[in-house]
């Protein structure tokens, strides 16, 4: 690493950060820069790792090594830099998206344990703010669901995987019926009736 200590490692050479107005990602993108500062890394021994979507757009906005690749194979791609290149750190971006499409391999990665990190950006917020009558159930729902599937990654048990699985399925059964309107009721309520029956 240079003597010099760095105070950012962004750049402003590309231009203003591509999000929506209000946006949480203008705080997640500056959060990680200025972990970074706290770190004080070294940008050539940095990669970060990003797919197709918004949270995407960022890492060419870094001073550091990037690579972009498909929709929700982030953290497949950084598992293959951190095991060629160890001495990397390495940091995968991804998506609400990202996870939908890939969600397997953030669990795998838990799982795996070979030291990257993984930053999901949940870009909901405006979704929620959307519906006057969501407060903070919403959520906590996300939440919980998450942590049911990371216990689940991370358990040996079978009682422990039947608890986290539980755990997760509910939380997901109320997230499809959110809405409560028509037709998100009867979504929520074929998917419990095709939980419990299988």
């Known amino acids: 690493m240079s003597e010099t200590e760095c105070t950012t490692y962004m750049t402003d050479k590309v231009g203003p950060l591509p999000f929506c107005p209000g946006c949480g990602h203008h705080l997640v993108i ?9 770190l ?20 060419r906005y870094f001073t550091t090594n990037a690579f972009h690749g498909l929709h929700g194979r982030s953290i497949t791609y950084a598992c293959g830099l951190k095991l060629a290149r160890p001495e990397l ?10 996870c939908g499409i890939g969600g397997t391999h953030l669990l795998n990665v838990a799982r795996r344990n070979i030291g990257i990190t993984v930053l999901v950006v949940g870009s ?7 519906f006057a009558r969501c407060q903070g159930e919403y959520h906590a729902l996300v939440l919980l669901a998450a942590g049911g599937l990371m216990l689940m990654a991370s358990t040996g048990e079978l009682i422990s995987i039947y608890v986290s699985l539980e755990l997760a399925s509910i939380s997901l059964y109320a997230l499809v019926a959110f809405l409560k309107d028509k037709k998100s009721s009867e979504a929520g309520l074929k998917y ?7």
């Open 40 to 59: 004080q890394l070294d940008p050539q021994n940095v990669v970060i790792v990003t797919d197709i979507g918004c949270i995407g757009l960022s890492d």
């Open 124 to 130: 909901s917020a405006d979704y929620v703010s959307k």
């Open 89 to 98: 750190t390495v940091i995968a971006l991804k998506g609400d998206g990202g």
């Open 30 to 38: 500056k959060a990680l820069d200025k972990a970074m500062v706290k």
């Open 192 to 198: 419990l009736i095709l939980g419990a029956i299988s």
